[in-house]
């Protein structure tokens, strides 16, 4: 009987299923891609039964696997040992993992109840996954991924560079060359090479700092079409880092640091050569997971963070009565979403909440409830970017996103075939692309639990988690992310004022903050105006260091700072003094808008800084001049 089995077999695993069974034939289909012709599948007949000595109610009840061995086995642990014989290195461990004896009594027992419902679970199975079976490949994800992060490194290093000497020159807010040579004074060569990884070590001068924004938008340019990806995608984390690593507060928002991870995962997965096309090699199940896990901590962060902030507004889903108007840098649509009725806004408030918490756990689900989370996440971004300005996060949020589709999803929209199939990566590249992934899997994982409180590791594990979190941190390449934890509900406004008498103030006007009540709020993503962004921050606090060395440029008259605002109302010369002025800024209401024609209604609060004068003593070129209290004003 033994040897007429395997004669039978002919060396090859063989399946016998039911093949009038839709459920049954779907299943075959996807086993029979994933094992790729090392596994026969047969319908089972009345002459397979007789041959191989299987009994018809056996045949009846579950699909049976006879193996060149002679074995014999049925339900979920023949699925098992079929997909052992896959040539891919997950399925087979997936498989021997079910294989063990708690894992495999489970799958039996899930096994048993598909089987006595096959008409229900086929219609579940079709909802969920659909009615095609296609390999789940990811080439033309990576390729219309790869394309738009270039785009969105285009217009990160585009908006920097149009203010970076303002931020970051000689006779910037924030002048890099003072920031390194701090770090030069108190910390070895390596030693601050590794904690301040940066290209301006070599040279921070102004016309590096415009080169370094030249350089990012061609290699952006490259990234974009299809040139050298693999090397476009590393030089460009690698600069970006380089100005995130001495950019202070003016590049330390959450769509920095994001961007970082994207460019990091971009690198890790992006086909090697100078015209790749599609890539000979297909992004591997690791890869995919990478940019998952990463879509989960970006969306479950923020909503995590909002619950377990305690913040009222969210607690009593009035979060979204403040929220457009308190935004940094509100937009005219966010005007008018102020003005919707309160039950809108509380409905509203609650599906965020929902997004953020629920809509997550979709990104590990199957292909169609995948794709679901999908246009959920992209219409909660398209939300944002109509009532806000967030600069370039609302579109690289949808970028990544598009790790949540596979090929047959884009197949329709990027009718993008490649003259050369999808192969498996060598081994070595397998290994080595594991190796490198792996601490970022770990410190993701990390990050996560972290906000619970759990695991209660022991004191080794957290000892080897902390070590690698300080080694990694300098590189933003894992990083927690809460936007809104606590809704902000009231909206100061800070407005810079200059005089020559102490007595006759004239206002300096900024290009998109919130100033002139008759203004209309501008729509100004995917450019980012960091002076005005951090403005809206200071004004919630006490005044930052920052701010008054922006108080010392405008002092000093310096033109590349000058050129951060809309209008210098001293064209001539400086002020003498200047000074910050606190208000308390609300939207008009319908009514008053149509009256007066105002967009706000604001009130004067107080000084927020008090008149400051350039002090006597000279400073050397290109440090901050230091400030001194002005009585006479």
């Known amino acids: 009987m033994m040897a007429r089995v395997m004669r039978a077999t002919a060396g090859r695993p063989l399946v ?16 029979q891609l994933s094992t790729e012709g090392r596994v ?13 000595g299987i009994r018809a109610k056996d045949m009846r009840r579950a699909m049976q696997l006879v193996e060149p061995s002679g074995r014999v086995s049925q339900g ?18 997936a498989a021997r993992l079910g294989l063990l004896p708690g894992v495999l009594h489970v799958a039996r027992g899930v096994y048993a109840v598909v089987a006595r419902n096959r008409r229900t679970a086929s219609r579940v199975d079709r909802w969920l996954f659909g009615g095609a079976v296609v390999p789940r490949e990811y080439r033309r994800v990576r390729w219309a991924f790869l394309r738009l992060v270039g785009g969105t490194f285009l217009i990160a290093f585009t908006s920097l560079g149009r203010q970076v000497l303002g931020l ?36 921070a001068s102004d016309a590096a700092l415009v080169r370094g924004c030249r350089a990012g938008q061609v290699l952006s340019l490259a990234l974009m079409f299809n040139i050298a990806p693999r090397l476009s995608a590393s030089l460009l984390w690698g600069l970006y880092l380089s100005y995130v690593s001495v950019g202070r507060e003016f590049l330390s928002f959450q769509w920095d640091v994001l961007l970082l991870e994207m460019g990091l995962l971009s690198m890790l997965t992006a086909p090697g050569g100078m015209r790749p096309g599609l890539g000979r090699d297909a992004p591997s199940a690791l890869d995919v997971f990478l940019f998952r896990q990463l879509v989960f901590r970006l969306y479950f962060g923020s909503g995590v963070s909002k619950l377990q ?48 918490t629920a809509g997550p756990f979709l990104t590990f689900a199957p292909r169609r409830l995948r794709r679901f989370g999908f246009w959920a996440f992209a219409g909660l971004q398209g939300t944002i970017l109509a ?4 600069g370039f996060f609302n579109f690289q949020a949808l970028v990544l996103g598009l790790w949540l589709l596979d090929d047959a999803a884009l197949r329709r929209v990027l009718p993008l075939e490649s003259d050369v199939p999808a192969e498996a990566r060598p081994w070595w590249r397998t290994a080595l692309s594991a190796t490198t992934a792996a601490p970022l899997v ?53 407005l810079v004022e200059g005089s020559d ?6 206002e300096y006007s900024f290009h998109y903050k919130v100033g002139d009540p008759k203004r209309p709020p501008r729509q100004v993503a995917p450019h980012q105006p960091r002076l005005d962004w951090q403005m809206w921050f200071a004004a919630l606090g006490s005044p930052p260091s920052w701010f008054i060395a922006f108080l010392a440029r405008l002092l000093e008259g310096s033109p590349e700072v000058l050129k951060l605002l809309e209008r210098n109302p001293f064209p001539d010369k400086p002020p003498r003094v200047v000074r910050a002025v606190l208000y308390d800024y609300r939207m008009a209401s319908l009514e008053e808008r149509r009256r007066t024609g105002d967009w706000w209604r604001r009130e004067r609060l107080g000084l927020y800084v008090p008149p400051l004068a350039l002090a006597p003593e000279p400073q050397p070129e290109g440090r901050i001049p230091r400030l001194q209290w002005d009585s006479r004003a």
């Not at 093949?19 to 049954?24: E, L, M, V």
């Open 16 to 31: 016998l299923f039911d093949g009038d069974c839709g459920f049954c034939r779907r299943w075959v289909a996807r086993w």
């Open 40 to 52: 026969r599948f047969e319908p089972g007949g009345w002459w397979h039964r007789l041959r191989y």
């Open 76 to 93: 979920a642990e023949a699925v098992f040992r079929a997909l052992s014989w896959s040539p891919h290195r997950g399925t087979r461990v």
């Open 168 to 203: 970051y020159g000689q006779r910037g807010i924030r002048p890099v060359h003072e920031r390194l040579k701090a770090h030069e004074d108190v910390e070895p060569g390596w030693e601050r090479v590794r904690t301040t990884p940066t290209v301006f070590w070599l040279g």
């Open 309 to 356: 902030s305690g913040d009222r507004t969210w607690r009593e889903l009035t979060a979204m009565n403040h929220y457009y108007e308190t935004a940094p840098l509100p937009t005219r649509g966010g005007w008018y979403a102020h003005h919707l009725p309160r039950w809108f806004q509380k409905a509203s408030t609650a599906v965020t909440l929902g997004l953020e």
């Open 387 to 390: 009532t806000g300005n967030y």
């Open 442 to 494: 770990v410190l993701g994982a990390s990050e996560m639990l972290r906000r619970f409180e759990w695991p209660r590791r022991s004191e080794r594990v957290m000892g080897m988690l902390g070590w690698l979190d300080s080694r990694a941190r300098p590189l933003r390449s894992v990083n927690p992310y809460g936007l809104f934890a606590v809704m902000t509900v009231e909206r100061p406004e800070i």
């Open 501 to 506: 008498d102490g007595e006759n103030w004239k």
